[in-house]
C-alpha cells in the first residue's frame, strides 16, 4: 500500500495533520467543550416523533433551503439578541463548519487571503486552506486579547477577503468587545466573520454582534447548536447576515446539504429552547468554580466568556496534561507554552478536575522567577 506522500496532493496540504482532539480512555473527558448534560426526556420523546414522521418522506430530497428552520432560527436569534432578524438573514449547515467551509468557497480561495487572531480556533486557518485560501495570522496581546488599532492596521496592510473574530474565543475565552469588531469591521474591505460558537455562555452584559448587523452588509455572525444546546452530535450550524450573503452562500451549497432528519431535530430542539438552555447557568456556574479555585493552587485562568477555562502556569504542559490523564482527567494541551484547556463539565467531574490538579499544581506550576 502506499502512503499520503505518493499521492498528487495539493502542495498546501501537505504535511499537515487533521482537525482532532485526541480521545483516549479517561474516566473524566473535559477537552473537548461538549455540554455535559443530557437532553431532557421531554425532548427526547418529541424527537423521536418528529423524527420518525420525517422518516416516512425519506424517499423525497430534504426542503432544499431550510426554510422552516430558518425561520425557527431567526425567531431565536430575535429572541435571545434583541436584535430583529429574518429568515431571509439566515442560513444553516452542517456545522459551523460547513458554514465557514461554505463562507470561504464564496468569498476565498486561490488569491485570496484570510486573517484570524491566533490562537484562535484552529479550524479556521485548516478550512482556509482546504479552500486555496492563502491564510496571515493576526496579531494578539500578550493577555491574549486584541489590540483594536493595531488589529485595524494590520487588515488594512494584508487587505484580506475574510477575516476571522472568534467571540468568545476559542481557546483563550474571552469575549471580544463590540468597539473593537467595529473597528476591525470598518477597516475590512472584505467579509468579517464573527465566530460565536460559545455565546450562550458569555458573562452577563456581553452582547453580540448580531446587534452590529443592521447598516453592516459584509458582517456575519456564526452560531451552533453544539455548545449551549447541547446536540453536538447533530451537527447543525448556522448564520445570521445581509440576506445577499445568504444569497452567496446557496451559489457554492451542495443540493439539499441538510438531511431531512437533520432540519427535523434541529427544529424540534428549538422548540425546547428554554429546556435545553437551562444547563447554561449550571455549566457557568462550574466554570466559574474553576476559575475561583486555581489561585490557591498557584495557577491563574484567562477570563472566560465560555464554557471552558484555559489555565497555567505551567512549567511544562504536556507533562500536566499527561499527570491529569494519569489521574484519569482529559483536557486539552492547545499548544500553548504553559496553558491548558478544560471544559466546565458537571459538578462531579469538576470535583474529579480540581482534586486532580490539586494534586498535581506543586510539582508542574512555575514558581516566581522562573
Do not use: C
Not at 482537525?19 to 443530557?38: D, K, M, S
Not at 491564510?135 to 483594536?148: E, K, N, P, Q, Y
Not at 446539504?257 to 429546556?275: G, K, P, V, Y
Amino acid at each position: 500500500m502506499s502512503g499520503i506522500e505518493e499521492l498528487p496532493l495539493r502542495p498546501e496540504l501537505r504535511g499537515r495533520t487533521p482537525y482532532g482532539a485526541p480521545q483516549v480512555p479517561a474516566t473524566h473527558r473535559l477537552n473537548t467543550n461538549e455540554n455535559p448534560h443530557p437532553l431532557p426526556a421531554e425532548l427526547l420523546a418529541d424527537l423521536g416523533a418528529a423524527l420518525g414522521s420525517a422518516a416516512l418522506e425519506l424517499n423525497r430530497y430534504p426542503d432544499r433551503d431550510a426554510v422552516a428552520l430558518r425561520t425557527d432560527l431567526a425567531v431565536y436569534l430575535s429572541r435571545t439578541s434583541g436584535t430583529q432578524v429574518v429568515p431571509e438573514q439566515v442560513w444553516a449547515a452542517n456545522g459551523s463548519n460547513e458554514v465557514l467551509q461554505q463562507i470561504l468557497q464564496a468569498f476565498g480561495g486561490a488569491g485570496r487571503t484570510a486573517l484570524g487572531f491566533t490562537p484562535s480556533y484552529s479550524m479556521h486557518p485548516i478550512i482556509s486552506a482546504g479552500t486555496g485560501t492563502a491564510w496571515v495570522d493576526g496579531h494578539r496581546r500578550a493577555d491574549f486579547t486584541i489590540d483594536a488599532a493595531a488589529a485595524a492596521e494590520q487588515i488594512r496592510e494584508v487587505d484580506p477577503a475574510v477575516v476571522f473574530v472568534t467571540s468568545p474565543n476559542n481557546p483563550t475565552g474571552t469575549a471580544v468587545a463590540l468597539e473593537t469588531i467595529e473597528a476591525l469591521y470598518a477597516a475590512t474591505t472584505g467579509v468579517l466573520v464573527v465566530d460565536e460558537a460559545y455565546t450562550e455562555f458569555a458573562r452577563t452584559g456581553t452582547a453580540s454582534a448580531l446587534t452590529l448587523l443592521p447598516g453592516r452588509p459584509r458582517l456575519i455572525v456564526s452560531r451552533t447548536m453544539s455548545k449551549a444546546f447541547g446536540m453536538a452530535g447533530l451537527r447543525l450550524g448556522y448564520l445570521a447576515a445581509d440576506p445577499a450573503v445568504v444569497d452567496a452562500l446557496q451559489l457554492v451549497r451542495l443540493p439539499y446539504h441538510l438531511s431531512s432528519l437533520t432540519q427535523a431535530a434541529a427544529r424540534t430542539a428549538l422548540a425546547h429552547t428554554d429546556a435545553l438552555l437551562a444547563t447554561v447557568d449550571a455549566v457557568k456556574a462550574q466554570r466559574d468554580r474553576i476559575v475561583d479555585a486555581l489561585p490557591a493552587l498557584g495557577l491563574t485562568s484567562v477570563p472566560s466568556d465560555a464554557n471552558f477555562v484555559l489555565f497555567g502556569h505551567f512549567a511544562d504542559a504536556p507533562a500536566a496534561w499527561q499527570a491529569l490523564l494519569d489521574r484519569g482527567v482529559l483536557v486539552r494541551d492547545v499548544g500553548l507554552p504553559g496553558w491548558l484547556r478544560v471544559t466546565a463539565g458537571t459538578t462531579a467531574e469538576t470535583d474529579a478536575f480540581l482534586t486532580a490538579l490539586g494534586e498535581i499544581a506543586p510539582d508542574h506550576r512555575t514558581t516566581l522567577g522562573d
